[in-house]
């Protein structure tokens, strides 16, 4: 129910914001130019939105607990673990925390590469050895470094006007064809343009997941070489094997699974933000 509140307060939010954009800028939808301003500024409210308070949601949403002073050895070996991947990656320190979850997992968010959050979950942190640990923070720090947040945003927000967009045209053109070839008229357009925006919307949305999991997986790819940088390639190479050998990963919300250190399984890798570990594996391997 938290993830269900925070997703509706997060697209509350977008609403709000985009309103207030369009009706400052006095953005005319009838227009071609007015309705590719309106597919923008959605397009790209929403994704710089959630980029915004990607690390509140984060903390709310998976109970991560911010390490300020730390409770015992391991705590304290976490902190400096990334105080000192962080001054070799050239950031200023992220904030670290952990969150409860059997899983072996970890992600890093946040607004921009001075203003992030690495979290590891406690069944990362306890069932792995240090070197496969200190390998996974290596991987969520290059991921800051790359400024890999933004540059999905950015993406995302791409792909999200196309699809707004795209939708509104194709229904435009079959809205008019049924009004001028129906004695009902306007009444069958409008409600055809409706039923046809949101088809679109569905079909294109899909396309639009395929293309931004294509760039998700090659910043993957990049996050490792990072973290072999930092950590050691061996050591990279142990927290994948050891990932590999695991359990699947369970749900994390969309916006953190993007940047955690392992993804989901799929029936197609088209739609997979993450490569397969053997590809991942292999591909440092090869270097």
């Not at 997992?105 to 946040?110: D, K, L």
């Not at 359990?247 to 993804?263: H, N, V």
């Amino acid at each position: 129910m938290k993830r269900v509140f925070l997703f509706l307060l997060t697209n509350l939010a977008v609403l709000v914001v985009a309103s207030i954009v369009m009706s400052v800028l006095g953005v005319n939808t009838q227009t071609m130019g007015g309705l590719l301003v309106f597919a923008a500024i959605f397009g790209f409210g929403g994704a710089f939105v959630s980029l915004a308070i990607s690390k509140w949601v984060a903390k709310k949403s998976m109970g991560c607990e911010v390490i300020t002073t730390p409770r015992d050895a391991t705590e304290k070996w976490l902190l400096d673990t990334v105080a000192r991947q962080a001054q070799q990656a050239g950031i200023k320190m992220p904030e670290v925390a952990i969150y409860n979850s059997p899983e072996m997992n970890a992600f890093a968010t946040g607004p921009s590469k001075n203003n992030s959050l690495v979290a590891v979950s406690t069944g990362l942190m306890y069932g792995m050895t240090q070197d496969e640990v200190e390998g996974v923070l290596a991987h969520e720090v290059s991921h800051v470094a790359n400024g890999d947040m933004v540059t999905l945003t950015l993406i995302q927000g791409v792909v999200n006007t196309f699809v707004i967009f795209a939708a509104r045209v194709v229904a435009g053109i079959i809205s008019n064809f049924v009004s001028s070839n129906d004695e009902e008229g306007e009444g069958l357009g409008t409600l055809a343009y409706m039923g046809v925006v949101i088809v679109l919307e569905i079909l294109f949305g899909i396309l639009a997941s395929v293309i931004v999991a294509y760039f998700s997986r090659i910043r993957e790819y990049r996050a490792d070489e990072g973290g072999a940088r930092l950590a050691g390639r061996a050591k990279m190479v142990a927290a994948l094997e050891r990932l590999r050998s695991g359990p699947e990963t369970g749900a994390m919300p969309a916006q953190m699974a993007a940047f955690g250190i392992s993804g989901k399984r799929s029936l197609t890798e088209l739609l997979m933000s993450h490569p397969p570990l053997e590809k991942r594996i292999a591909a440092l391997k090869a270097q």
